[in-house]
């Protein structure tokens, strides 16, 4: 695989980030019955009233994504660990669980039994190019040359 496209941060000493090429909101999963569903937006310190799932490997994604405290220092409680957005629906339209989501879900998750809400306190999810650096070819670089000077597609 010469060129990948990641959800950064990406923390390997072996691969070469960037630019990045697209940036997007994040929001809040939840059920579409569950007290946060019909908010404008939430904040991460409602999370602290929650339980949400865990599962982003490894642990600086999911730390980018569900940090450990509120703003205002109260513990984030992490309960199911899920790895696949298939075993989340069940856990998130039962309401049992809430969780951070990248707000493409809503175009590719769409469902009744689910909602989505702005985290308007969440910094942008950004996506970048990802290649290894010690095998990094011409035909990888004029890619990684076009891609910049189109700059990132933004989403929201």
Known sequence: MDLQIAWLPVLEADLTVGPVIYIEPVVLAVGATHR???????SYEDLGDEIVMGGAEPDYWREALVPR????G????????????????????????????HA???RYFPRPDLAYVPIRDAPPARWALIRRTAAEAEHVRAFVRVVH???PARDG
Do not use: F, K, Q, W
């Open 69 to 72: 405290t509120t703003p205002s």
């Open 104 to 106: 493409h879900a809503i």
């Open 74 to 101: 109260r513990p984030i409680r992490i309960g199911p660990i899920v790895t696949d957005y298939g075993d989340m629906i069940p856990i998130l339209s039962n309401c049992e669980a809430v969780s951070p989501a």
């Open 36 to 42: 946060l569903a019909g908010r404008e937006s939430i």
């Open 149 to 151: 000077d189109l700059g």
